[in-house]
């Protein structure tokens, strides 16, 4: 027995010992590609020297003679820091994932050869301005700088996921980085699977029931809010001091529920309700969670002097951030600039379709995509009039396709001379608001709502090409529409001057949080279907509480966790449940009620993390929704993943009858509304207490809405998500102005996946005051201590200082890495 014992032991120490030198090697390798911020290289391509300073935070302050070397600085960067991740981009732009990932990113590629981005990007470099081309070619040009010192110092092949994936990287090219602007801009995009949902709804509801559902947004619009006085008349005069979804397993698919398109906050204040008399911006866009963040940080010091603020890795442009002159931020519009089409075919021919002028033969072209142990598929892409033609597999395009007819779009993304990346460039040049509108006139798409300070002037103008519709198109652009009737086709586009624009307010506050802009007849109504309802009337009253602001104010406001539509719903909704009836039994469904709703009745709507009573009121207004909807729309109530506030509104004031919602058909007894609710909330204390114990009083909101921010690829493996995913509870909610969308469904159904991915505030009394933050790190390598450094400040809602001041970033530098040109060959 001893003579086993020891064997066993020797073979167990063994095996540890064999394990651990796996792990040391593993290690090794992986961390050959984590870069030395701390060099000097001889690199092609500059004509003076570059020096990129990193300060503390891992943020590249990057400093060239002359600004297209500073923009391969940049590039040099991003490839450093993001390499894996800029390719992978690039991959799904191109349609050529499924070369390293096999058959489940199949979906992805045909999207997106159907669509031909990549195609679209090559023949739009020729349409750049000669700058924009420069900078272009030497940010391509520093990528590819990087490249080859990842080659010839062998530095574990750039990132350590090409050990995992194919190594083979391609040369990087101008048109590769407008085609990161185009992939976003279809990521950003809603129009299409609101088109499609609204359609497959209609097939099942009457006109009055779909309105509840897919209401029209109530209201004239909100952008400048009015002067201070006129709020509180007695205060006038005082004068006041200066101052359908992814394909299982592709994290890459680009179009998924409208509810997961871009969204964002920003808002500005003028010298006069700005304390110190300078003027104010905050700004944080809404993007889909992921380790690392799709952000980026990083300075530039061009000869129109320096901006800092927040990048995409593959563009090179601050695309929000600030100069010594000027300051902007991005909200999505959500402006209508797709269409859906359905193409009758010829019944002779399914190569012809439909057009004003009769029958036409559609353009096609061949395409094959190689699949990683698959054989190759060969694709025929077809283009209409109207544009490429999509299968029915894509956004449930299947679901409004009649027998005989395909579906086609149009969208202002798909642009061969798209000058949208030389308007972000242009932007950072920007000396004022004036200018900074001028610049925003090349914009295409995705189009945003852009919202910028100068030293006096504060203003919001939409950028993005808008369509021209016909005031007699048949579904005013809501819905998919027949191809071949004239009426139905854009007339083009509308001037630049004709997008919404505001120039100092005489409120001297504006903002934006997705929400309605204004009130214009179709065709210049910009869209239908606003991105926000709700976060607009907490920041509304947020402003206006205070005479004047700081950059603290700004600060408080972008971080607030009260939800207006807690506070507004649960009377409505609970309004027969509050304080009936005798006190039941312990351990009866009836006195679990009875506890939600006592806890429910203290509560101010603040979806604090530590607290229990947003976990309650989240799960019962989503039972509540399911159980109004999923007798009407049966499997299709499945693709409402997200309460609907002004759908539960009208069901409970009755608006139009729309509390026939509330009766169950399938049953012989009429269900009242107040019934529903009381169902709901018992669905939903189940839920809770099978999932998190039936002490209501010690549950934390916190413990379901974690942020999961997961690597798109290694998250998914066993072993390496512990290493690569970063999880963090966190406050907010689906309609907080601190934003925090749910992912609806699943066994996770309230993890925050969708957020503010970059905080900024901006104080231009005092520039060097700004502050900024991501919600994960600088590096893409899980190994790098800079992979989540800022995340726990992200969570806990600090920022890190945002100074041009080149002394500063010295001053704590984690490196500074020195770029000289490699003398010319003889």
């Known amino acids: 027995m001893a003579t086993t014992f020891r064997w066993l032991l020797r073979l167990f120490l063994g095996l540890a010992c064999l394990a651990a030198l796996v792990v040391i090697v593993l290690y090794w390798f992986a961390g050959r590609s984590l870069p030395d911020y701390d060099r000097t290289l001889t690199v092609p391509g500059i004509t ?27 590039g040099f960067a991003h490839a450093q820091d993001r390499l894996w991740q800029m390719t992978m981009m690039r991959r799904a732009a191109q349609g050529r994932l499924s070369e390293i990932f096999g058959r489940r990113t199949v979906k992805t590629d045909e999207l997106l050869r159907r669509l031909d981005l990549y195609g679209l990007s090559v023949r739009s470099v ?14 391509a040009a520093g990528v590819n700088a990087w490249l080859d010192e990842v080659n010839t110092g062998a530095l574990g092949r750039g990132a350590p996921e090409f050990f995992l994936f194919s190594p083979q990287i391609a040369r990087w090219q101008p048109a590769d980085s407008i085609a990161l602007v185009k992939l976003m801009a279809l990521r950003m995009s809603a129009q299409l699977p ?33 002067e201070y006085a006129a709020l509180f008349p007695k205060m006038r005069g005082m004068q006041f001091a200066a101052a359908e979804r992814a394909q299982e397993g592709d994290a890459f698919y680009p179009v998924g529920p409208a509810d997961f398109a871009g969204a964002s906050n920003a808002w500005a204040a003028g010298p006069s309700r700005s304390a110190t008399g300078g003027t104010l911006l905050a700004n944080d866009p809404h993007l889909e969670l992921t380790a690392p963040s799709i952000w980026y940080l990083a300075r530039l010091e061009l000869d129109t002097g320096g901006v800092i603020g927040g990048t995409i890795p593959g563009i090179p442009a601050v695309l929000v951030g600030r100069s010594e002159r000027l300051g902007w931020g991005l909200t999505s519009s959500y402006m209508d600039d797709l269409d ?8 002779d021919d399914p190569q012809r379709v439909a057009t004003p002028e009769g029958m036409q033969t559609m353009r096609k072209r061949n395409s094959i995509i190689r699949i990683k142990d698959s054989e190759p598929i060969s694709l025929t892409l077809r283009w209409s009039q109207n544009g490429p033609v999509l299968p029915g597999g894509h956004a449930g395009l299947a679901q409004i396709t009649p027998p005989g007819h395909v579906t086609s779009i149009a969208w202002t993304g798909l642009s061969d001379s ?116 709700q976060r607009i009337h907490r920041w509304r009253r947020l402003m206006q509480s205070r ?71 989240a799960a019962w207004l989503n039972a509540l929704q399911q159980r109004l909807i999923e007798d009407e729309l049966g499997p299709l109530a499945g693709e409402f993943i997200h309460v609907q506030p002004l759908f539960i509104e009208r069901v409970y004031r009755d608006i139009d009858g729309a509390s026939a919602w509330c009766d169950i058909r399938q049953s012989a ?76 469904t699943g066994p996770d159904p309230f993890q925050n996946v969708h957020a503010a991915g970059y905080r900024g505030v901006y104080d231009f009394a005092d520039p060097d005051s700004s502050v900024f933050i991501i919600s994960t790190g600088q590096s893409g390598h899980p190994l790098s201590r800079h992979y989540d450094d800022l995340g726990e400040l992200w969570r806990r809602g600090e920022y890190i200082p945002m100074s041009l001041d080149p002394q500063l970033a010295r001053a704590a530098a984690v490196g500074v890495t020195r770029l000289l040109p490699r003398p010319a060959a003889r």
């Open 669 to 744: 007894r009429l269900e009242t509304c107040s019934d529903m609710a009381r169902m709901a909330l018992d669905d939903a204390l189940i839920w809770i207490s099978e999932r998190y114990g039936r002490a209501f009083e010690s549950l934390r909101w916190g413990d379901a809405h974690q942020a999961a921010q997961d690597h798109p690829v290694l998250g998914e493996i066993i072993g390496l998500n512990w290493l690569t995913n970063i999880r963090q509870s966190t406050s907010g909610g689906d309609n907080t102005l601190r934003r925090g969308l749910t992912r609806g």
């Open 194 to 226: 609101n088109e499609v949902l609204r359609a497959r709804s209609s097939l099942l509801l009457e006109d009055d029931r779909l309105r509840d559902l897919m209401p029209d947004v109530p209201g004239g619009g909100i952008t400048a809010l009015p």
């Open 126 to 139: 020729e349409a750049q301005s000669a700058q924009t081309r420069a900078a272009l070619s030497a940010y």
């Open 418 to 533: 798209d000058r949208s990346i030389g308007a972000a460039i242009a932007l950072m040049k920007a000396g004022s608001v004036e200018e900074a509108i001028a610049a925003g006139k090349d914009f295409v798409a995705p189009s945003q709502n852009l919202t910028l300070v100068d030293a006096e002037t504060i203003a919001l103008k939409t950028i993005g090409a808008m369509p021209r519709r016909d005031q007699d198109h048949q579904s005013l652009g809501r819905m998919p529409s027949p191809g071949w009737v004239a009426a139905n086709r854009w007339k083009g586009l509308f001037d630049y001057a004709s997008n919404p624009e505001f120039v100092a307010p005489s409120g001297g506050i504006l903002g934006n949080t997705n929400n309605k802009l204004l009130e214009r007849p179709f065709p210049l109504h910009v869209t239908y279907d606003w991105g926000d309802t």
């Open 340 to 347: 859906v089409y359905i193409e009758r075919l010829d019944p």
């Open 48 to 74: 003076s020297g570059v020096e990129i300073v990193r300060d503390s935070s891992s943020v590249p302050h990057i400093f060239g003679a002359s600004d297209p070397d500073v923009f391969y600085g940049l």
């Open 547 to 617: 005479e004047v602001h700081t950059r603290e104010s700004f600060i408080e406001a972008q971080l607030d966790t009260v939800s207006f539509t807690a506070r507004s719903l649960l009377p409505l909704v609970a309004a027969d449940l509050w304080y009936t009836g005798a006190a039941a039994a312990d351990g009866t469904p009836e006195r679990q009620r009875q506890r939600a709703l006592e806890l429910l009745a203290g509560w101010n709507g603040e979806m604090s993390e530590h607290l229990p009573e947003p976990l309650i009121y």
